[in-house]
């Protein structure tokens, strides 16, 4: 073989490998910055759902809080009735 034919082999060789490891560098950093962006997704879907469920329970605690109104006005009503009737029966009693 002549001298220019194996100085193209080897140069070609050296090329191949040079881009395999290159490739392999890039992946390797790929791999990692993508772990890393899962991590902070991870973070951020934890956060949001720790902002969802404190906002749940400040809902629930108001609809409690409302709940507790509505029993409190079925009673009021009630005495309001009753209030009315004893009225009525005090007018009666007078005339």
Same mark, same amino acid.
């Given at each position: 073989?002549?001298?220019?034919?194996?100085?193209?082999?080897?140069?070609?060789?050296?090329?191949?490998?040079?881009?395999?490891?290159?490739?392999?560098?890039?992946?390797? @950093? /790929?791999?990692? +910055? %993508? &772990?890393? !962006?899962?991590? @902070? /997704?991870?973070? +951020? %879907? &934890?956060? !949001?759902?720790?902002?969802?469920?404190?906002?749940?329970?400040?809902?629930?605690?108001?609809?409690?809080?409302?709940?507790?109104?509505?029993?409190?006005?079925?009673?009021?009503?009630?005495?309001?009735?009753?209030?009315?009737?004893?009225?009525?029966?005090?007018?009666?009693?007078?005339?």
């Amino acid at each position: 073989m002549s001298d220019a034919v194996i100085t193209a082999i080897i140069v070609a060789v050296s090329s191949i490998i040079c881009q395999v490891l290159i490739n392999r560098s890039n992946r390797t @950093k /790929r791999v990692a +910055e %993508d &772990a890393e !962006k899962e991590q @902070k /997704r991870a973070v +951020e %879907d &934890a956060r !949001k759902d720790e902002h969802l469920q404190n906002r749940l329970e400040s809902i629930e605690k108001k609809l409690d809080e409302h709940n507790g109104y509505a029993k409190m006005f079925n009673e009021i009503s009630t005495d309001i009735a009753v209030i009315k009737n004893d009225i009525k029966t005090l007018y009666k009693a007078k005339e």
